[in-house]
């Protein structure tokens, strides 16, 4: 039951707008280069008006930050942790390319126009909250203690996970870009190119 005032829902949804339109400005101009002014212009509001929603254009970004990973995260943590571990991987990796689809631009902007504050893997071990990359690495350790992935010198848990994630990220970018009009069934390409992956890693 929705108990907002007409009110609330109006400035709800401007406040939304204005997230959105940022988005769009970001897309188009790069992190340093939109203003609030062309915001303001974009959604026939005044410029002085955007303070009413947010205190400046960092409150702005972080916030568009936060519902990024809010709602990537949320896509993970759909999947079964009481999945065996390679399937678990599987629709993990499958979860990764829908929310590329689904939220396009939050996507592109989220994972291409932004640099990663993790400078090492010990570090994003050791971040509070962890990173969504970290579901992930527990997804690939669950797998390895199960003896269904094998390690190797120099390709163990970091590597195999990045591994993973580069495929997955491609084919989010993929479908988000360049092949966004184009006529195939992508999910069951997704599948095929994940199992095959994963069953490169499977302990034998």
């Known amino acids: 039951m929705n108990d907002l005032t007409p009110q609330e829902r109006r400035q709800q949804r401007t406040h939304q707008m204005i997230l959105d339109t940022a988005l769009e400005l970001i897309k188009e101009q790069g992190i ?8 303001a212009r974009r959604i ?27 709602k990537f995260r949320t896509y993970l943590q759909s999947v079964s942790l009481d999945l065996p571990p390679e399937d678990y991987l ?11 689809r689904d939220y ?3 996507f592109i902007v989220g994972f291409s126009m932004v640099r990663s504050e993790m400078l090492s893997f010990e570090e994003a ?17 669950k797998a390895i203690e199960a003896g269904v992935i094998r390690v190797e010198a120099g390709f163990d848990v970091f590597e195999i ?35 095959s992956l994963l069953r490169g890693l499977l302990a034998t």
């Open 32 to 39: 340093d280069k939109w203003s609030l002014r062309e915001l």
């Open 44 to 70: 026939d509001y005044s410029p002085s008006g955007l303070y009413e929603y947010f205190d400046s254009k960092d409150d702005i970004l972080n916030t568009l930050w936060q519902d990024i990973g809010s």
């Open 90 to 100: 599987l629709e993990l990796g499958m979860a990764y390319v829908r929310f590329a």
């Open 104 to 106: 396009p631009n939050y």
């Open 125 to 141: 071990r050791q971040q509070d909250p962890e990173p969504s990359f970290m579901i992930l690495v527990r997804g690939v350790e």
């Open 161 to 195: 996970s990045y591994t993973v994630w580069a495929l997955v990220h491609g084919m989010g970018m993929l479908q988000a870009t360049y092949l966004a009009d184009f006529t195939v069934d992508f999910k069951e390409i997704d599948r095929a190119g994940l199992r």
